[in-house]
């Protein structure tokens, strides 16, 4: 499975942006699908996950209210909607995904299996 995330871009303070992932290759094996980033110098975090059916969602504390995933299976794609961003929302961004299911949508990166490449989002201040 390959996943490739794109959307990234410089954007103003309280601006938007949308985030895509399309994945490819063996996507039957594809269960959960994430989104984590890294800021400089930071470790990766979590950001919000979805389930393969679309309806279990989870999101970070620090994203609620103003970031939204979804995904649509037939086109193999994940999105983040990113809404009201901030300083402290730039960093690159990460699509991942499960090769099975979870209870709950995982907020571990290591629990996931599949990665992108990564796509930078700048907020400027």
């Known amino acids: 499975v390959q996943l490739q995330a794109s959307g990234g871009g410089l954007v103003q303070a309280g601006g938007s942006l949308r985030l895509s992932c399309a994945a490819s290759?063996?996507?039957?094996?594809?269960?959960?699908m994430a989104w984590f980033r890294q800021a400089p110098g930071k470790d990766r975090e979590f950001v919000a996950g979805?389930?393969?059916?679309?309806?279990?969602?989870n999101y970070a504390d620090s994203v609620k209210g103003r970031f939204t995933i979804s995904r649509v299976n037939t086109e193999n794609a994940v999105y983040l909607q990113m809404n009201t961003l901030t300083a402290e929302d730039t960093g690159v961004y990460f699509c991942?995904?499960?090769?099975?299911?979870?209870?709950?949508?995982?907020?571990?990166?290591?629990?996931?299996?599949?990665w992108g490449q990564g796509t930078e989002v700048t907020v400027s201040s």
């Open positions: 979805i389930d393969r059916t679309g309806v279990r969602k």
């Open positions: 991942a995904a499960t090769f099975r299911p979870y209870g709950q949508i995982s907020t571990t990166k290591t629990n996931y299996n599949y």
């Open positions: 290759g063996r996507t039957v094996n594809v269960y959960d």
